[in-house]
């Protein structure tokens, strides 16, 4: 329940987000950072912690205080690349010694096998699909920074008194921060998947047969999963 809830609020901190951007709104900016500070300590807040509240009072504060400074979209401009970043540097991590990567823990468990018995080519492969993806999303976190930068009339070079040498304007950063990086990371599985339904044949009957997989390894998998 507690990432689903936190789904539909990352959907909704992207929306309005999105919108801020594309109508001038700082009304809605700050609207998308209450929806992003709930998120974030949403899971202890229904627990109940003390401490939760706490934190969830002092970001609100801090909306607060940027928004009667003008400096709403500040840190929304840096939201994307923070986001996309941390996610590349877990794929990262998780090919260190020791550790098995991201790709490999759930293709054992689709299969129902420790990782160390899976088909060596199959381990080869999620290990390099796993780096791929790391990859990929650092760039993404690049691309997001470049265009933080960039942006006008309140990117960071603006905000700080200086030339944009490559105008770029708040509605083309929106597009590419708060919608075409989940068209990158979809597409992206959607072309893997179609490789891999080659590379390993019948493995899945369709993309839907293999999302009703993801689904069925439940929360519990999940939660583990998504634990640093």
């Known amino acids: 329940m507690t990432l689903a809830l936190q789904a539909l609020l990352a959907l909704a901190y992207t929306v ?3 919108l801020s951007s594309a109508r001038d709104s700082a009304g809605l900016g700050a609207a998308a950072l209450v929806v992003l500070a709930l998120m974030l300590v949403l899971a202890p807040l229904l627990r109940l912690r003390w401490w939760a509240w706490l ?9 607060a205080a940027l928004y009667r400074a003008g400096l709403v979209r500040a840190p929304m401009l840096l939201v994307p690349v923070a986001f996309v970043a941390l996610i590349a540097w877990w794929f990262a991590r998780s090919l260190r010694a020791g550790r098995v990567p991201l790709i490999t823990r759930i293709v054992s468990a689709l299969d ?5 018995a899976m088909a060596a080519d199959l381990q080869r492969y999620t290990r ?4 791929t993806w790391a990859w990929l999303l650092a760039g993404l976190a690049v691309v997001n ?3 933080a930068v960039l942006a006008v009339p309140d990117g960071l ?3 700080l008194g200086l030339a944009s040498p490559l105008p770029v304007t708040r509605t ?14 979809g597409g992206f599985f959607i072309v893997e998947y179609q490789f891999r339904k080659r590379r390993f044949p ?3 009957d369709s993309f839907l047969h293999f999302l009703r997989k993801l689904a069925a390894l439940g929360p519990g998998f999940w939660r583990d999963f998504l634990r640093p």
């Open 16 to 18: 309005l987000a999105h």
């Open 55 to 63: 934190a969830l009072a002092l970001q609100l504060a801090g909306v």
């Open 112 to 116: 129902h096998v420790a990782p160390e």
């Open 128 to 131: 390099g699909l796993t780096a």
């Open 145 to 147: 920074l470049a265009l």
């Open 157 to 159: 070079l603006a905000t």
């Open 172 to 185: 083309q950063w929106s597009w590419f921060a708060n919608i075409c990086n989940y068209g990158v990371i």
């Open 202 to 204: 019948g493995r899945y």
